[in-house]
């Protein structure tokens, strides 16, 4: 009889370790899946959300997060304003959900809409913004063209819209300074 429970015993022990160590590789590979996520994998499913974040330079934003790219966001203020939030100069959001989309989820032609990208369509729309800068300096004015890594802004006075007669001169701006693109109201 000693035997029997001496067995049974041990069974019951390899059947514990076999159950944590099956649980302790589910958690590692899980840990793992999550290290594979990007901020973008992580925001997608929370399109449609009400967020709040804070850029670089000190600025916060609260409104419906309507789009995310591979290198921005789009994010509607309060009154429709949209803003044009640069990843790279987000410090923290609140409002998104649990839920991440899988690693490396965004298409094939979503992952090459970078920033840049998004900024020509800002040019072409020939908007009145305000840029809010990293440093926390802001250039207002028109966007006239987008290069590689830099953005060509025709500054002129606030609420006027961009004419020959008031442009005040051209602020050639790195891409990697924009924390915030904001329309003008």
Known sequence: MRWHDLFADLEAQAAALAVASRDAEVDERIRFEYGRLALVDRLRPSVGAQVSLRCLGGLSLIGELGHVGSEWLLVTEAGGRESLVA???????????????????????????????????????????????????????????????????????????????????VAVVATDAIAVVRQQR
């Not at 840049?116 to 729309?125: C, K, M, S, Y």
């Not at 009145?128 to 590689?148: A, F, Q, Y």
């Not at 890594?149 to 006027?160: D, L, M, R, W, Y």
Request: no cysteine.
């Open 87 to 169: 990843l790279g100069g987000l410090t923290w959001l609140t409002g998104v959900g649990w839920l991440s989309a899988g690693p490396d989820s965004l298409g094939a032609v979503e992952s090459r809409l970078g920033l840049t990208h998004a900024l020509r369509g800002v040019a072409r729309d020939r908007a009145v913004l305000r840029m809010h800068l990293r440093d926390g300096s802001v250039v207002e004015g028109t966007i006239d063209r987008v290069g590689s890594n830099f953005v060509e802004v025709a500054t002129h006075p606030t609420g006027e819209r961009r004419r020959r007669s008031v442009v005040r001169g």
